[in-house]
């Protein structure tokens, strides 16, 4: 089971309701939390995939694979703005 975050930047209003702030483990799947320079957002993306024993999955945006992506993990700073994020608490348990 995985963990979801709510994330607001009260510098800029830049909000995300669903999050994992890092690295989440679930049934199928490991989500990991990316920063897209490109695009200036958060993503969830799977990096291990635990159907047909664990096979990583690169870190790639989910919009565009030529956009070069980062690995982000709370505390981190706003992707639009750049300054620290909150973390405003659990909003969802996904699995
Ligand atoms: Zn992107
Ligand atoms: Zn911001």
Redesign the pocket.
């Known amino acids: 089971m995985g963990v979801e975050y709510a994330l607001h ?6 909000h995300n309701p669903h999050c994992c702030a890092g690295v989440e483990a679930g049934m199928a799947v490991t989500l990991s939390t990316v920063y897209c320079a490109t695009c200036k957002q958060l993503y969830d993306v799977p990096v291990l995939d635990h159907g047909n024993g664990f096979t990583e999955i690169p870190l790639r945006c989910p919009r565009n694979k030529a956009h070069a992506v980062v690995a982000w993990s709370h505390p981190g ?7 620290p ?1 909150s973390k405003l608490g659990q909003s969802a348990i996904w699995d």
């Not at 700073?77 to 300054?83: A, I, Q, S």
Request: with cysteine.
């Open positions: 930047c009260a510098a800029c209003g830049y700073p706003c992707p639009v703005c750049g300054r994020i």
